[in-house]
């Protein structure tokens, strides 16, 4: 039997079982759902995309999946290339994997790394309360491979902040010299409850991390693709690394991607065989996930996805600018992303099935009840997904 994530498996209730899929919907046999959800917000071009589909059969027509180690293949080298020109900066050096949290992982790798290529010790990294970065534990621990793991055997510490500049300041003035990375994701905390902040708070991280030579790091996993209502963050503020994944796939096939800068880079590039980052997820680079990539973001340039994400914002705001309730504590709204937050998550119990009764697939969490939209999505679906959530506390309210 499949045990599912996030679930009391005992008391879960039995999923919706999806039959087609197309454009912004789901199709269970006896409903028509439109995906507020976009698939845990990878599906940003809508399922079954004619050319994201023709583009994965193409190449799975000449092979599927070669590794990474020791050889190469053309999707992959042109990803490579077309990242290279399409992020910020010198965002330039594309290390893939198959998941975002592996590629969050990565992330770390380096930064540890990159300090004890140079001979440093920095064992420390900074993070924010709220931070969601992935699920993975401790693969590499409990492998017992001093060639493999050598550079990672201090144990790192994470200190949390809250976005508030003070504490900012006040976590560099106590650790500066024993932090290796900072790591966000950027204006928008997704898992951990829709949580916006200011982009002024990025900017000093940059300062300060340039003062200490302390990396930044964007897990832009989530805010990536437009979901800020920027490209990326690091359009406006220039990390050191940049991790990417779930719209990057178009929501077809699980890859994600570390990027680096060239002094990052530079650290690892040596004549000494142990300054190399020793990773390589099995299904790195993957040829189907390569393909529909670029295909995807093909289609986000050519089909100004930048506008249509404005769009939604611009609704967002029409539809949702002073919806209250005084089970209501706050809605939020950002880019491609509508957050409801309640006081008390019980206020949420029953709504998935009232929307599904209505035409909407929705998962609200803990005390959030959200909306991340296909970017295709037309303004009546867009409508019908905030005319669920309201309907529900209208309709409770009484
Ligand atoms: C989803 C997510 C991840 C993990 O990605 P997976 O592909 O599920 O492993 C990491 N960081 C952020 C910000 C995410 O939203």
Known sequence: MIWYPYEQMKTMRTPYKIVDAEGVYL?????KLIDSVSSWWCMIHGYKHPELTAAIKEQADRFCHV????????????????LQEFL???????????SGSVAVEVSLKMA????????????????????????????????????YHFAFEEKQDVVHIPTELAALEEAFDKYHDRLNCFIVEPLLQGAGG???????????????CDQY???????????????????????LVLPDILVLGKALTGGYIGHAVTVTNH???????????????????TFMG????????????????????????????????????????????EVRIMGGCVCVEVYDGAVLDGFQQFAYERGVFSRPFLNYMYSMAPYIIEETELVTIFDTMKAWFERTGA
């Open 27 to 31: 199709y269970t046999e006896d409903q």
């Open 67 to 82: 590794m990474l180690g020791g050889l190469t293949h053309e999707p992959a080298q042109k990803l490579s290339q077309k």
């Open 88 to 98: 910020p900066g010198d965002l330039d050096y594309c290390f893939f994997s198959d």
């Open 112 to 147: 540890l790394q990159y300090n004890t290529n140079m001979g440093r010790k920095r064992p420390m990294v900074l993070a924010l309360e709220h931070a969601y970065h992935g699920d993975t534990f401790k693969a590499m621990e409990v492998g017992d491979d001093e060639d």
């Open 194 to 208: 829709m949580r916006m902040y200011d982009i002024s708070f990025l900017q000093r991280a940059r300062e300060l």
């Open 213 to 235: 030579d302390v990396l930044l790091i964007f897990d832009e996993v989530a805010t990536g693709f437009g979901r800020t209502g920027n490209r990326f963050v690091a359009d």
């Open 263 to 281: 002094k990052v880079f530079q650290a690892f590039y040596s004549d000494n065989d142990r300054h190399a980052l020793m990773h390589g997820p």
């Open 286 to 329: 993957n040829a189907l996930a390569c393909a529909v990539a670029l295909k995807g973001i093909e289609i986000f340039e050519r089909e100004d996805y930048m506008s249509k994400i404005k769009r939604i914002e611009k609704i967002s705001h029409r539809e949702m600018d002073g919806f209250s309730d005084p089970r209501i504590k």
